[in-house]
């Protein structure tokens, strides 16, 4: 072998173009694609051709179609006379309401049952244990189903309903609230949240930059309330936007006016909230207990209150072991919320997977278009918390 | 700075401090340790003072036991009682446990469970004590087949149970033949108890693939311990055993259509060969996805990544409505099975992601040493890498199959009647609407048996490997 000793190799001695473990990584790969594309081209043909026998006509036409069903809730104007197509949207934004309401109040659920078990009070840490312990070894479905068939479908007819102090009533319709009679000029009251909001941010970033260049502490919390609330509230009473109330009345079989929370809502938002909260205390204690014990220590040392220990020092560092699989629990619950199908709230699946598909047959079309939204909400969660979780994570010096 | 100097010798004379026990001390410092901890322990005990006591009330003190209608929980014209009604469990419980499985049949579905339990009692690591309770119950369970069902169901139930034993012995003068006269023999008893079993019951291919099992086995497979026997057993005969004595039509047993399954019978079913298959399935997909041909990786990793990014119920559709779209006309799948390959594809992504997880842990070294060794690709893997890397995720695994148990749930929106699907029957039947309640709890409470007894094992198995292995 002619081999030159005095050079020295920048590499790895490149492999030859074509050697027997190239080609046969080149065949094995082949094949596969083969046989992929093979059972494609099968499954293709043998759809084409149901299909035409079924007389369904693929493609994604019927999207401009009459729907002709209703919907109960919804968050814009929809009616049987709209198409398959804002039935879609329909689906979507309820889908995303009710995953958005779920997230909030499990992550503080959540938050509050990961904590507790791990207090040093007994009775509080066995609680929380007891609770998570229950509702994590119990199919969603089952809690989904419980809720809705035995805990609110006995309640009172509408005549007989439960009466929160004259103005909202609780009911086997739902849970009826008043509802604001707004001016015509509401965008004002838009206007000042959505200032209040840039004013707290900036607040926000003022406050950390004076923490870090003075060391001392401005209570942002209570003034980025006070900034997001008071602005949009003064602004409806002070101009007088907010008309009055709607209060429900009672008219023969159910309630005239106000605003009502389908039981089908409430009982989905109370089983994702339970459900993935305990899923999300476990998390929030493993993350508790990976800040190692001298950080506490420490902090007490210093004369730092219980709370602050807990919301200054152990929290932000427990952070970063709780981000990723937090992001999992709101995929979980993002995707779970699709039992709903199970009790007929009007969520995606459905809406479109559901009495869609059974209307018009376009299996292929309904059942891809569900999955593909699905698919980009995930990546997009994805996304977002995997730049917060490297925001969050270690700095190496 | 002043400093106590203590003499060498204070220690010495003093008591040691007074042993503080007892019920009070333990009070005060576990829950009234501080003015805001006794505030809490004061609001939660009245909060649970004022939830638990109706609550057992309602299941146990004020609850219905006896009696066989629904008159027993409400007299007619007479009010609703107002503890819970477990008359109506009583009534449901077969339903509830076998479907609509034939009344006369459903000890087929017994000794399912108990030739289940005896092969999972020789293969999962268990305290000696519990095996052999295990073996003795199937052992029972065998005699039992062989009583009800006559002197084949007892042949075939025999020798079942006998093989465990008769595959520990050393059978290395067999081993010393050659591969070539090891096959042809293989073939040839194989081919004789297939041709004996059609010319029997007319269905060689089912007695050709076990008698192809047992001889494959004993020639070909060096077994040397009980647990190896039990795992061959579990993955080569029990699936062809236990699919023939619950579908029939072997065995001189009368069919059952997989319609009349139902209840638990049928959520145990789903969930096991969805863990049977998903366990596999995810190893393969997890080496694939870390494989070095970019055709096969990204095949993998588009799948995983599909099938978690989209709800469990869509993959059922897409299991059963899509599915029998794209299979050619007349070729009809029996609706179990389309929810099988659903819940099996879809558990298999998560399990890819499980067992890659142990595949980053093992450190390369692992592998280098093995290649150094000699050990070719597939050895190196399955030898060398894959045993530790399952050791470290069997506490994910255990999850994973903990999920699988309770998603099966969901195969009750696609129309088929596993436990949750028969409880929501039981309870919209009009003569017993308003027990919705009941329904639910029993149903919970399976259920959580289920799932906790699985994470309490998972926990006991990842301390025992813990303790025995250096990792």
Redo the contacts between chains.
Sequence with gaps: MMTDHRSIPEGPPREPTWTARRIR?LA??GA??AV?LGLLF???D??I???N?AGIASGFRFLGNRAGFDINFRLIDYSPASTYGRAFVVGILNTLTVSLLGIVAATALGFTLGIARL??????SR?AATVI??V???????QL??WY???L??LPRPRDAVSLGGVAFLSNRGLTVPRPITGDELWTVWAAAALGLVATLGLGLWARRRLLRTGRRFPTGWVASALILIPPLAMLVGTGQLLGWEVPVLKGFNFDGGLTLVPELIALWLALTLYSGAFIGETVRAGILSVPKGQVEAAQALGLTPGSVLWLVVVPQAMRVIIPPMTTQYLTLL??S??A??IGFPEL?AIF?GTT?NQTGQ??ET?GM??LV??VV??TISLFMNLYNSKMAIVRR | MSTTVFPPDTAIGMAPPKERKGPLRWMRENLFFSIRGSVATLALALLLAWLVPPLVKWALVDAVWAGATREACQPPGGSMQTGACWVFIKVRFGQLMYGFYPLDQRWRVDATALALVFALAAVLPLRESTRRIAALGGLLGGLAAAWLGGVWVGVVAGAYLLMPLALTRDLAGLRSLSVGVRATLTLCAAGAAAWLGGALYGTPWAFGWVALAIVGGTLGLRVHSVRAAGLYLLGLVFPVLAHKLLTGGAFGLPFVPTEQWGGLFLTLTIALVGMAASLPLGILLALGRRSALPVLRVTCIGFIEFIRGVPMITVLFLASVMLPLFLPEGVGIDKLLRALIGVALFSAAYMAEVVRAGLQAIPPGQREAAESLGLGKVQTVALIVLPQALRVVIPGIVNTFIGLLKDTSLVAVIGLLDLIGMIKTATSDPNWLGFAAEGYAFVGLVFWALCFGMARYSLRLEKELRAGSPI
């Excluded at chain 1, 207090?119 to 509080?124: D, G, P």
């Excluded at chain 1, 994590?136 to 089952?142: A, E, H, K």
Aim: proline residues 4%; without cysteine.
């Design positions: 990584a094995v790969q596969i694609l992929l099968f499954g293709i043998n759809a051709h149901n299909l026998k207090s040093r009070n007994w009775l509080v609680t312990e229950t994590r070894n119990l199919p969603l479905l089952l189903l419980f068939t035995a805990v479908a006995p995707k779970n699709s039992l199908v199970v699946v997977s598909l299996a292929i059942i569900t999955m699905y698919l995930s990546l």
